[in-house]
């Protein structure tokens, strides 16, 4: 039944200003309206990069004042989830009283007042290339912020406290996950398109992997590199075959070893470290391999091409990947998930024919006990048993007692240990895989992923897990990928022309024609240390004439 004991929101004029009042209850003071706010401005020390959420100001006190001490690289989003409030507060604007403060603030361009679709739509924004609010008010790029600092303009908050507080985290994790990105393709991204670019020569010489969605009706049985692992392979050695098995690619060898042959292994690892993870494993043609266009090619070499799946990690949101998508050039993608498992768990969901078919899992532990870190027979394992000796036991206790790691209570009552990055990996499993229906966790140890446990049934498929006939790229697909190869190997030889004086242009048409080519392919740059910031400053602009030969070379090769 609808309350109809809801109080409108009212102007309530006191001896200093106006006070609101909403539900039975005063937004500000009724003495005096704005001193709260504006000694909580004053009070702030403000560093540059600072991205403020302004929730409930539902007039317009502090606002100004904030403006007035803003350093650089600054921005205020007005964060209002309450329609009731967000309408009365711009019915305000018409109040003369109050009419001067709210136009100085719409005038701003450091002001933007999102939508409710945008405050909820906020942490994936805050990490796009660039943004325009629906009230016209464009979001500084990506990388401008450093932090995030809520402030509360007014109780309204209260009536959603819940919403505002979870916003914030997520707006601050954001911003971490951002930055953390950014250390990672400073390290690794020139490998991440190198890979990138030289898998796609033989993408279309492989066979797709959109022939497997939706088409397995086998029991699917997922193995991560985990303790839980060997429970797992306990559980199954006997009947392995009634399933259908995905591995990670550093669980893949522990599997072999007991004589378990998995149907398919993912591999996203761009590192040379990874190929420890197939020794052995060459001459094994029934296992097929899923990898990213941006993994490791030295895999891809060691298989016959039809035995080679590719699917599309987006390592980075940039115009070129983007371009690439909606092309329809390369293949399936998913976001960047930073485990191997997550990525392994987002396919099998892809793959199983209807969402009837249980998915179990294995070795998707996020944790390790006290004396080894890894299943039985997997990489890690394996290299931990080739480096001991009397000085260094295969025990490895120095994984759990050290700074960066902490203890927890794991979903069987044992003490574990964990790091932060495990434990992201974990929360992030949570996040995007809790509510799948029929995704069983099985593993005994480890975090809690917040699914139902189940062992895998004894039942017997003996029906073909592939329902439909598998298919290769068409002609029209090999074209695309070649035109591709070709049109960026002309425009990165166009830009080196420019850039080094070959071809003669004005100063105006040769920067417009530098920013044109360059920003659509952020591979040039993306793994410089500001590289989330293009300029066409001559330093910067020096460091892209040299990556152009780099990429050339490779495109030509």
Aim: hydrophobic share 35%.
């Amino acid at each position: 039944m609808e309350n109809t004991n809801i109080q409108k929101p009212c102007l309530v004029n006191t001896a200093q200003g106006f006070s609101v009042s909403y539900n039975n209850k005063f937004l500000y003071s009724k003495y005096n309206p704005s001193k709260i706010i504006c000694q909580t401005i004053e009070n702030l020390n403000i560093l540059p990069g600072t991205l403020f959420l302004c929730c409930s100001p539902v007039l317009p006190y502090g606002l100004t004042e904030l403006l007035n001490k803003l350093p650089e690289n600054c921005f205020l989003l007005i964060c209002e989830i309450d329609e009731v409030l967000k309408s009365f507060s711009n019915e305000c604007c018409n109040n003369q009283e109050l009419k001067t403060n709210w136009e100085i603030i719409n005038k701003s361009n450091l002001i933007a007042v999102p939508d409710k679709n945008e405050l909820f739509s906020l942490p994936q924004i805050l990490n796009l290339p660039e943004y325009t609010f629906n009230d016209g008010k464009k979001l500084p790029k990506a990388g401008s912020f450093k932090r995030v600092i809520k402030i509360d303009f007014s109780s309204g908050v209260q009536f959603h406290n819940e919403f505002y507080s979870t916003l914030t985290q997520a707006c601050v994790n954001a911003l971490m996950t951002f930055w953390s990105n950014r250390v990672t393709l400073v390290r690794f991204g020139r490998n991440y398109s190198r890979n990138f670019f030289e898998n796609l020569k033989i993408l279309t010489s492989t066979k797709p992997i959109e022939n497997y969605i939706k088409t397995i009706s086998k029991p699917i049985i997922i193995f991560g590199a985990g303790q839980s692992i060997d429970k797992g392979i306990e559980h199954i050695k006997n009947k392995w075959q009634n399933y259908f098995i995905l591995c990670t690619d550093t669980s893949y060898t522990s599997l072999m070893q007991n004589g378990i042959i998995p149907d398919g292994v993912f591999v996203e690892e761009a590192q040379p470290v990874i190929l420890k993870a197939f020794i052995g494993t060459k001459n094994n043609p029934k296992t097929q391999i899923f990898t990213s266009l941006s993994s490791l090619p030295s895999i891809n070499h060691n298989f016959p091409a039809e035995q080679i799946s590719f699917f599309t990690t987006l390592y980075t949101e940039c115009n070129f990947l983007n371009k690439l998508v909606d092309s329809k050039i390369i293949p399936i993608t998913n976001p960047p998930m930073g485990s191997v498992g997550l990525t392994t768990v987002y396919y099998a969901l892809k793959f199983r024919k209807t969402t009837s078919v249980p998915i179990y899992l294995y070795g998707l532990d996020f944790s390790y006990s006290e004396y080894f870190t890894h299943g039985k027979g997997t990489m890690a394992h394996t290299n931990r048993l080739f480096s001991s000796n009397r000085f260094l036991p295969v025990q490895n206790y120095k994984a759990a007692y050290n700074d960066t790691v902490f203890s927890f209570i794991e979903k069987s009552g044992k003490t574990f240990y964990s790091t932060h990055i495990l434990s992201s990996y974990a929360n992030n499993f949570i996040a995007l895989f809790s509510e799948q229906p029929n995704l069983y966790d099985s593993g005994e140890v480890g975090f809690d992923l917040k699914l139902k446990t189940a062992i895998p049934t004894d039942i017997c498929f003996s029906d073909n897990p592939i329902q439909k006939e598998l298919t290769s790229f068409s002609e029209e697909q090999i074209t695309k990928v070649k035109d591709f190869i070709n049109s960026e190997t002309a425009a990165l030889e166009e830009l080196r022309d420019i850039l080094s004086g070959t071809k003669k242009l004005s100063p105006e048409e040769a920067t417009n024609k530098i920013i044109e080519l360059s920003k659509q392919r952020e591979y040039l740059y993306l793994h410089f240390p500001d590289g989330w910031n293009y300029n066409t400053s001559l330093p910067f602009l020096k460091r892209i004439r040299v990556e152009i030969d780099y990429f050339l070379k490779l495109l030509k090769k």
